[in-house]
């Protein structure tokens, strides 16, 4: 069983649109990481949230802990926000979604 | 402003050499952790380090052993190098309850 499941696994939207990415997880992770990664690039931490909500210029994560479900928001995507995005929760270790990979057209 | 470094961006090796793959963090963490990324399959655990030669076998550890002789650095050992283990490997270094770092990435090549 994979203790962080996220969704869609692939995502093409126009420039512009607000986009969504979903990450569920179980019990046992006391916090949940955002993270980026451009083609051929490394890894990129863009939140860490145990409660509640962050913003960070046009990126808005939300987490509901009675849910065990976070999201990750794009307001106004651009081209360069074209990557891969993880979700991954953290207890004794992390655990990894499987990546949603985003495509924004110009 | 560099907190996570791994010694090589790209790294081409034959079979049966031993690989050291290097990372270093400079924000005194405690937890260092190495991964290796492959497609379909995501990032998956090779070994983990709670503190200074302390270490935890992940999910992946076979045909790898690790060295942390200081809190700054986490060496991963291809004791002798296969062509499946070619991948991209990740280091990540973290305090418990605060943001995880991660480095760039090695892509290593068996051939």
């Known amino acids: 069983k994979n203790e962080v499941e996220q969704s869609p696994q692939n995502l093409t939207a126009q420039e512009g649109e607000f986009i969504t990415i979903n990450c569920s997880y179980s019990v046992g992770i006391s916090a949940l990481h955002w993270l980026q990664q451009h083609p051929g690039g490394g890894i990129v931490s863009l939140f860490m949230l145990s409660s509640g909500k962050k913003k960070h210029g046009r990126l808005i994560a939300t987490i509901n802990i009675q849910e065990k479900h976070s999201s990750l928001h794009i307001t106004a995507s651009h081209p360069r926000d074209s990557a891969v995005y993880i979700c991954?929760?953290?207890?004794?270790?992390?655990?990894f979604g499987t990546g949603t990979s985003l495509t924004v057209i110009p | 402003d560099v907190k996570v470094t791994q010694s090589s961006r790209y790294l081409v090796k034959r079979t049966g050499e031993k690989v050291f793959l290097e990372c270093v963090q400079d924000?005194?963490?405690?937890?260092m952790f190495w991964y290796r990324q492959d497609p379909g399959l995501g990032l998956r655990l090779i070994y983990f380090?709670?503190?200074?030669?302390?270490?935890e076998k992940g999910d992946i550890p076979e045909g790898y052993s690790v060295s942390r002789e200081k809190k700054e650095r986490f060496s991963l050992i291809l004791e002798s190098a296969s062509t499946n283990q070619t991948s991209m490997y990740l280091c990540?270094?973290?305090?418990?309850?605060?943001?995880?770092?991660f480095g760039q990435g090695t892509r290593l090549t068996v051939v």
């Open positions: 380090s709670y503190d200074v030669k302390m270490k």
């Open positions: 990540a270094s973290r305090q418990v309850g605060t943001e995880a770092f």
């Open positions: 991954a929760g953290t207890g004794n270790q992390f655990y």
């Open positions: 924000m005194d963490h405690e937890n």
